[in-house]
């Protein structure tokens, strides 16, 4: 549908001015840049295409679009750091040169970080065609709606396309076309059937889906190629490949393993699971003072700073929790997440959970500022603020248990919320 | 650094290959203790290439593999063209170490795999401008026109900083690389064809953690659209653990990546290597004492896990050795040592005499000898030239036999004798280790070990044993192959009978190997042994574990000790009325409560600087404030400020808070 209304669009009278501004929405993989890629290509509409992302400065999109149309001679006459009206002018005096003899496109791709620009590119963009006085259509690429667009000033309205999500049985087409040239095309469809079976529920994004299909197409075909099945017995090789689909699901789908990796463990047949993914490496290993440091900082996180006589003083006598509560202390500390704290803080609670007497060394300040620089700590204030800096400890609980354990430290001990 | 550098101040040219290196040794050295120097130097850095070759080496390959699949054009590699192939390298978290790994590998990777090699740092690249910026320069080696510098002045070669530019440059590139080579035989050709016409462009994030994970994905999804045309690679540099990639990166950029694991050896294995390759052997004459090991493998331990820093202590208490003991002319080879002894001159023969080592050794010698020994330079010399040998001898032995005592010790549960060598090194560094109570209770433990275990550690002892050079290691050696053929003999018998003969027979073993104890005697009882053995800890600990607080302390209480003006000493040790302002405001303010009023600080101030002075304390002016006192006490208030010790107050304008207590 909004692909007949672009190519009616496109395709009515090349000569007559077009809509200023075309925008186009729809989730990732839905085709928007395929489709504008292949229409423009197969018209041979002169056009320039733009990836915002790509472009981290208004003067590399101006440089791109007078390049295009133009040549590059043209993109050569911008200043340093050129103005939006600068880009107009030379836009006009190239045009008065070189009219448009049919309409020229701009297509930009992830339109949405178009927001994060100047204010004016924008408004700007969408009526390019009455500011350069050319016949000009502005293509936006974006996945999301343009309600969110919409500047508070206001601004032209461009027209709307909404490319929507493909059914699955548009899925099952698409994903059949790039059949394996040794194997039947029907055997890559029956494959795809299988596939997505097992992946609809979880992921419709095409491009997932055809890595996917590609990474699994060896092992789909291993019973034909040991002459075990014939092509058309596709419920033995669907027994084949289901529970692998399903291992997959919780490896690759998710970036655990690699692709590569992937492969290889399917070569291997390696049925111990032997490859462990990513984030099964969470074990980091730290100097003995650091260890202590970090578990200084997570107390300091999370325990209010009340609370550190109860717990660092040896004769704090009983105070009990109840007498310390304020109302909002009545949620979780761990709820609200970390609190930035002092360096003395830190240190002071530091030189009471260390078991022996440490000296206050520079590699103990230089620790500190090691531990940020992992991101285990996050520095508050400015880096150039030398005096009092603050810091957050930015780390789960799970993993200081796992550090305090090593130490023999029991940090549960020590928190205010289990206390 | 200053250590590093120092070397290189010392030779002009800095060994890089392996044949030059044996070349420098023979020419550059002309003073014995160059030679020293030189020699672990070239050690430590054939080390450090070592050290890292196993994970470097695979990652080449895993470069090189990428470069070739992507030429591949069947099916699967087809359909996953699209993803940056991507190394996630875990170095730990010793973040010094890492600059000279990642000097190695892109040495490496320029060498034999892609000339187009560029490393990022995270505190370079806040933005994706800066990225792209410093990938472009580093990989084309061009200005990079960035837009936003005051420098305007055009210049022409600069480009702009996008990646597009790069792929032009690329394919530029390319084109005319792919027509030499034409000489090369049609095999070879094909292969170099394949690898040398289009070479994968590497980029090296240094420290990933340190990225800015926003920039990181634009520029990771920019890379993405070039992918069909600039075969790009990353390799990630992760100090902490792998899932930090996930933490950063969302699904939709961690998909445009293939990424492969490698994790580096952990500090403590690079630490245990380098120990072993340096500090336990003989060939090697310099020597740590137990407490500098202490002091180096504590703040190992404890505070920065770096290898390098290790290393670099050991270069520091190496000219140390050099530097403060004037008999460390003796700690070289043999042959030099003993020619070095002809050469000692009569002041050198006297700090012999005054050796704690030597005076003890002087005492249980005869009478006549002892007068020989105090007198006679000539045969003091000769006495040195055996003590020498006698050292040299020790140490031949200490360390096969520490090696064994090691390996039996290394299976007993809870390793009464510690886990890794270094820790029995340092227990036999201390005192006589067979005193020890856990040595004891190590040793009853082993006469408890089942037979097969004791017969495979048995067997690497005498493997260790085997490489040993001694005479008496050769001799031990013997003895236990003979013990263990014997006990293959008994295998057979041992079947049928029971337990306890074997048991006698373990007994009968332990009691063949004490007499390796006698081994491993600490050093400190060798006689001469302050030749090769440094033990000043506290000149290195006060080197590489500075203390800031304690030097400002030292510094304001008692400024003679770094401004070495004899005129600032007291006799009672406290700062003396000349000393610098500073000083005497400190001083004063240690008297003082939390809260200290200014203008008694300021009186107190001005009465002590007329005293040093010289004024006459009856005079009507002693003890006024004048400008010029008034301007320097401003001043010594706001340096004490700036270092923390006092800070103004909300509560009383005219008073500041005292930030330190004790001290007085």
């Known amino acids: 549908m909004p692909i007949n209304t672009l190519v009616q669009n496109v395709r009515a009278t090349p000569q007559h001015y077009s809509y200023p501004s075309i925008f186009i929405y729809g989730h990732r993989a839905s085709g928007k840049s395929h489709v504008l890629h292949i229409l423009m290509k197969e018209l041979e509409l002169p056009h320039a295409a733009v990836s915002c992302v790509e472009c981290v400065s208004a003067a590399l999109l101006y440089e791109r679009v007078l390049t295009s149309f133009f040549g590059r001679s043209a993109a050569s006459f911008l200043p340093r750091s050129p103005s939006l009206s600068e880009f107009v002018r030379l836009y ?79 899925l099952q087409q698409i994903l059949s076309t790039d059949s394996h040239p040794s194997y039947s095309a029907e055997l890559y469809s029956s494959y795809i059937n299988i596939l997505l079976g097992v992946f609809y529920s979880v992921c419709r994004d ?41 291992k997959a699901m919780q490896t690759v789908y998710i970036r655990e393993v690699s692709s590569l990796q992937w492969e290889q463990m399917q070569q291997t047949e390696d049925e111990g699971g032997a490859l462990r993914g990513l984030s099964a490496h969470t074990h980091v290993e730290l100097p003995y003072y650091s260890k202590f440091l970090l578990i200084a900082a997570y107390l ?18 009983k105070i009990r929790k109840t007498n310390f509560l304020k109302k909002n202390e009545k949620t979780s500390n761990h709820l609200l997440g970390p609190k930035p704290f002092a360096l003395d803080r830190l240190l002071a609670i530091f030189y009471s959970v260390v078991d022996s007497r440490v000296a206050p060394t520079a590699s103990i300040f230089s620790q500190i500022s090691s531990l940020v620089t992992l991101q285990l700590l996050t520095q508050i204030s400015h880096t150039d603020q030398l005096d009092a800096p603050k810091y957050k400890c930015s780390i789960s609980l799970d993993f200081i248990s796992a550090v305090s354990r090593t130490v023999n430290f029991d940090i549960v001990k020590y928190l205010y919320d289990f206390l | 650094t200053c250590v590093h550098s120092f070397f290189q101040g010392c030779f002009v040219f800095k060994p890089s290959s392996k044949k030059r290196k044996t070349r420098s040794l023979g020419e550059t050295c002309v003073n014995p203790k160059s030679k020293n120097i030189t020699w672990i130097y070239v050690l430590l850095e054939v080390l450090q290439e070592e050290l890292n070759k196993k994970i470097l080496d695979s990652l080449l390959d895993f470069a090189k593999k990428c470069s070739t699949t992507r030429q591949h054009c069947d099916w699967a590699s087809k359909m996953r063209a699209n993803e940056i192939p991507t190394a996630a390298l875990v170095l730990g978290v010793n973040v010094p170490d890492h600059d000279m790994t990642f000097q190695s590998l892109f040495d490496l990777l320029k060498h034999s795999v892609t000339p187009h090699v560029v490393s990022v740092q995270a505190k370079e690249c806040g933005v994706l401008k800066h990225l792209l910026k410093r990938v472009l320069e580093g990989l084309m080696d061009v200005a990079v026109d960035d837009d936003d510098e005051e420098e305007m002045e055009q210049n022409p070669r600069s480009v702009h900083c996008s990646l597009s530019t790069l792929s032009d440059w690329y394919t530029a590139k390319t084109k005319v690389t792919a027509t030499p080579g034409k000489k090369r035989n049609v095999q070879d050709e094909d292969e170099h064809h394949h690898h040398h016409q289009t070479p994968p462009v590497v980029i090296i994030f240094k420290d990933l953690e340190g990225f800015n994970p926003r920039v990181l994905q634009d520029f990771i999804s920019i890379c993405s659209r070039y992918i069909d045309r600039l075969p790009l690679m990353f390799i990630f540099g992760i100090a902490t653990s792998p899932s930090t990639v996930q933490h950063m990166l969302p699904h939709s950029v961690s998909s445009l990546l293939c990424i492969e694991l490698f994790q580096s050896l952990s500090c403590t294995q690079h630490l245990a290597t380098v120990i072993d390759k340096l500090i336990l052997t003989a060939q090697f004459p310099f020597k740590l004492n137990g407490k500098v090991m202490q002091v180096l493998i504590s703040i190992f331990l404890y505070h920065d896990f770096s290898v390098r820093n290790f290393i670099k202590g050991l270069q520091l208490a190496l000219l140390e050795h050099f530097h403060s003991q004037p008999l460390s002319i003796l700690c070289c080879k043999k042959k030099e040592a003993l020619l070095n002894v002809t050469l000692l001159s009569g002041r050198d023969l006297e700090t012999v005499r005054q050796l704690p080592s030597f005076i003890r050794f002087v005492e249980k010698q005869e009478a006549g000898e002892q007068v020989k020994l105090m007198t006679d330079d000539d045969h003091l010399k000769e006495a040195c030239q055996k003590l020498i040998k006698d050292l040299r001898k020790y140490h031949k032995s200490y360390y096969p036999v520490l090696r064994c005592l090691h390996t039996l010790t290394s299976l007993l549960p809870r390793y009464p004798l510690g886990k890794q060598i270094r820790e029995l090194h340092l227990i036999c560094l201390e005192k006589n280790v067979w005193e020890n109570e856990d040595y004891q209770s190590a040793m009853k433990l082993l006469k408890m070990l089942a037979k097969d275990e004791l017969i495979t550690s048995l067997r690497k002892c005498s493997e260790i044993l085997s490489s040993a050079k001694s005479k008496k290691m050769k001799k031990a050696f013997t003895e236990l192959d003979e013990l263990l053929a014997k006990f293959k003999h008994l295998d057979g018998k041992l079947e049928k009978i029971n337990d306890i003969p074997s048991l006698t027979l373990c007994y009968k073993k332990i009691e063949r ?28 600990r006060r080197h590489l574990n500075a203390t800031p607080r ?12 770094y401004l070495q003006n004899e005129s600032l000493k007291n006799e009672d040790g406290t700062v003396s009325n000349s000393a610098p302002d500073i000083c005497i405001a400190y001083k004063l303010h240690l008297e003082c409560g939390r809260l200290i009023n200014l203008y008694d600080w300021l009186e107190a101030y001005a009465t002590v600087v007329s005293a040093a002075e010289g004024q006459d304390p009856d005079c009507d002016t002693f003890g006024k404030v004048d400008d010029v006192k008034h301007a320097r006490f401003i001043r010594s208030v706001s340096e004490l400020e700036f270092l923390g010790f006092i800070k103004s107050t909300r509560q009383k304008t005219d008073h500041v808070a005292r930030l330190t207590w004790g001290g007085c």
């Open chain 1, 92 to 170: 006009r005096h190239q045009r008065s040169q070189s009219p448009a003899e049919q309409t020229r496109y701009i297509v930009m791709e992830k339109a949405e970080l178009l927001r994060d620009a100047d204010a004016n590119l924008l408004p700007a963009l969408l009526r390019l065609q009455e500011l350069v006085d050319d016949n000009i259509t502005v293509i936006l690429l974006s996945e999301i709606v343009w309600e969110k667009f919409r500047p508070n000033t206001g601004c032209f309205e461009p027209l709307l396309l909404h490319f929507p999500d493909y059914s699955k049985g548009e």
């Open chain 1, 300 to 317: 300091a996180s999370y325990n209010p700073a009340r609370t550190d006589k109860r717990f660092f003083v040896k004769h704090h006598g």
């Open chain 2, 513 to 540: 190997l004490s007499p390796c104890r006698c081994h491993l005697p600490p050093p400190e009882s060798q006689t001469l042994y302050e030749v090769c053995y440094y033990s000043s800890s506290a000149t290195v």
């Open chain 2, 550 to 561: 304690t030097s400002i302390q030292t510094a304001l209480s008692s400024p003679c000790f």
């Open chain 1, 206 to 246: 095409l491009r997932e889906l055809r890595h996917l299909a590609a990474l699994n197409f060896n092992k789909f075909c291993e019973p034909l190629t040991e002459g075990k099945v014939k092509e058309t017995e596709t419920h033995k090789l669907w027994r084949n490949i289901e529970p692998h689909l399903k």
